[in-house]
């Protein structure tokens, strides 16, 4: 059976756009979540979740994985990207739309 590290490395992987959250991007459990769904759904793109809360171990492999305390995290084309703040800067200037315009279909 795989850890949660590599469960995390498959599923980062296996979607071009991956996002950990709390709830889902129709049911956010928390802001910053929802905030980082916003911002997707602004760019159009197409991604993936998971939900933190409904695995503990993911929850705390995550932030083993990206050496970052706190959810949400996006990662794109395998990258970690960052939390709510760094989302929100980079969508502010232009680069996520930048950096998501560069994900396979």
């Keep these: 059976m795989m850890d949660a ?3 995390i490395k498959k ?3 296996d979607n071009s756009v991956m996002l950990f959250m709390k709830g889902n991007p129709d049911f956010p459990q928390c802001g910053f979540s929802g905030q980082v769904v ?7 793109a197409k991604f993936a979740s998971t939900d933190v809360l409904a695995d503990d171990q993911i929850r705390q492999g995550i932030k083993d994985y990206s050496n970052w305390p706190t959810i949400p995290q996006l990662y794109i084309n395998g990258e970690f990207v960052g939390g709510s703040d ?3 800067e980079m969508y502010e200037n232009g680069e996520l739309q930048t950096k998501l315009e560069s994900t396979p279909v």
């Excluded at 916003?38 to 159009?44: D, E, V, Y």
């Design 86 to 88: 760094i989302v929100m």
């Design 38 to 44: 916003q911002i997707l759904n602004a760019c159009g």
């Design 11 to 13: 599923v980062i992987e």
């Design 5 to 7: 590290q590599e469960q």
